[in-house]
């Protein structure tokens, strides 16, 4: 009592008078997956009956039964039979809403306050199906930055997420360089929404002289993208007006890769994707994407060289979406020579000429084209979706296409890399350790080695021998914790509750 009257008289309390004492650490989270084959992601041979310890985020061992110790007390899961991989990548992605026409105008202006759940949502939908990192190439930053650091810091379930914002050079979705729309007569929310995405890194960067540019690009590093993507080219493909010229390109990559971060353009055209590669980029996006024009073999060799990843659109050409095409090629072809009978030798216009390209899907013939050259060349392939959100349940008539949704839009990029030439163990190379390299990561993820953070997938069917079997996921770790699939996404917002029988 004595001592308690002296510490009220001294402004002492009792807590600040006990000796400190160490705080304690918690006892480690260890988990053993057992028997699986283990698909590494480096594309080595599979490791039958293999055990991989996990210790709180990290793997700690990893290897044959017989060579690897399951530590006393750690959470076993029995995987015999089954078969492990790492947690797969999106290197193109778009999780929050960033513009459109119509129905998809109509969603914006209505859910824009909601951004960062529309984006959480999105990254939960990616993880569902495997995708445990997504790179975002284009969007609003702010909500994806505040989304990816309550990622980081566990305080919400998604895949990882990295961001670019805005296509650097570009203006916002209504903008000439994005989408051919004038500034003249734009609403206020139009006008807001554009400043709302370019964060100050619009089309006035590619007025600039390099000591400008170098400044601006900086200031808009301030505000914390994970990496660069600028515009080689503008956004549409006729014509595709070349942006930024070599050397503000090369001012722009110099100063990303000083703060560490890897540069990528968006070149529609042989020469515009030409100058960004001599400027020393790290990626391309879609590089299939080149117009009617096939891929030089003299820039597939520098690509290959270099080993500038390519994210390519593999989505969008195979699997229903090649089919599709097939046969409205098809109808166009037997259309076109059907009316050119009918014109009674009239030579076509250019823009006849033009439209009937389109008809018959010349670009889609040569992308599928171009991608197939590259993959042959040895190219460090990824897969970059273009994921997406479209417009609100209750604002469409319509759903978009199932290539192009968050997450299952993945999966089936990975399986359309099978269909362009590679084979099953080459396609999961390209949505793990590739897709790592491409995100700066090799360090930490893409591969299931020790030192790794434990992103990884336990899967009922052989993914090597039929790569649709990444699909049949069993069990969902990511940064060492397991994630019950059923509960995410945790709300929906956007996306469409599942048909009953369905995920």
């Known amino acids: 009592y004595a001592a308690k009257l002296l510490l009220i008289e001294t402004g002492m309390t009792l807590a600040a008078a006990a000796p400190h004492l160490p705080a304690q650490t918690p006892p480690a989270r260890i988990t053993a997956i057992s028997g699986a084959t283990l698909i ?29 110790s399951v530590p006393k007390g750690a959470t076993v899961i029995d995987a015999t039979g089954q078969f492990v991989v790492p947690g797969f990548f999106d290197t193109n992605v778009h999780l929050s809403l960033y513009g459109g026409v119509n129905d998809r105008y109509e969603t914006l202006v209505r859910y824009n306050v909601r951004q960062p759940e529309i984006v959480l949502e999105g990254a939960q939908l990616q993880l569902k199906h495997g995708i445990t990192t997504v790179r975002d190439s284009y969007g609003v930053l702010p909500p994806l930055v505040e989304t990816r650091e309550r990622i980081a810091r566990g305080q919400a379930v998604g895949a990882r997420i990295l961001a670019a914002g805005n296509i650097v050079g570009w203006g916002g979705p209504y903008s000439i360089s994005f989408s051919l729309i004038r500034e003249a007569g734009l609403t206020l929310f139009q006008e807001q929404m554009n400043d709302q995405i370019t964060q100050g890194a619009g089309e006035d960067l590619v007025d600039m002289t390099p000591d400008e540019l170098r400044t601006a690009i900086n200031a808009y590093f301030d505000k914390k993208p994970d990496f660069l993507k600028f515009g080689g080219s503008a956004h549409f493909a006729r014509p595709a007006l070349i942006g930024f010229s070599l050397e503000a390109q090369k001012v722009m990559v110099e100063e990303a890769h000083k703060r560490n971060m890897k540069a990528e353009t968006h070149s529609t055209t042989p020469d515009s994707l030409r100058l960004s590669v001599e400027a020393g980029i790290d990626g391309i996006q879609h590089p299939e994407l080149l117009g009617p024009r096939e891929l030089p073999d003299a820039l597939v060799k520098t690509i290959v060289d270099r080993k500038i990843y390519c994210s390519m659109l593999v989505n969008t050409i195979t699997g229903d979406a090649w089919t599709k095409h097939v046969k409205d090629r098809d109808a166009a072809t037997t259309k076109i020579k059907d009316d050119a ?57 319509t759903p978009k296409p199932e290539n192009q949704d968050h997450g299952i839009g993945t999966v089936i990029g990975i399986e359309g890399l099978v269909e362009l030439g590679m084979s099953p163990m080459q396609a999961i190379v390209a949505a793990t350790k590739n897709g790592a390299y491409a995100a700066g990561r090799t360090a930490d993820l893409g591969t299931l080695e020790k030192g790794k953070v434990a992103d990884l997938l336990v899967l009922d069917g052989d993914p090597t021998a039929d790569i649709r079997n990444i699909r049949k996921i069993r069990t969902l770790m990511v940064g060492g914790k397991v994630v019950e699939r059923d509960t995410l996404p945790q709300q929906r917002v956007l996306s469409r509750a599942p048909v009953a029988g369905q995920q």
């Open 341 to 397: 009978v009918k014109m009674g030798g009239r030579a076509k216009t250019s823009a006849e000429l033009r439209k009937d390209a389109a008809d018959t899907g010349e670009e889609m013939e040569m992308r599928r084209k171009n991608a197939k050259k590259l993959i042959a060349a040895g190219a460090v392939v990824t897969v970059g979706t273009d994921n997406y959100w479209a417009a609100a349940a209750e604002l469409s008539r």
């Open 40 to 68: 590494d992601g480096t594309g080595g041979a599979p490791l039958p009956d293999a055990v991989v310890i996990v210790t709180n985020d990290r793997i700690t061992a990893v290897g044959p039964r017989a060579s690897v």
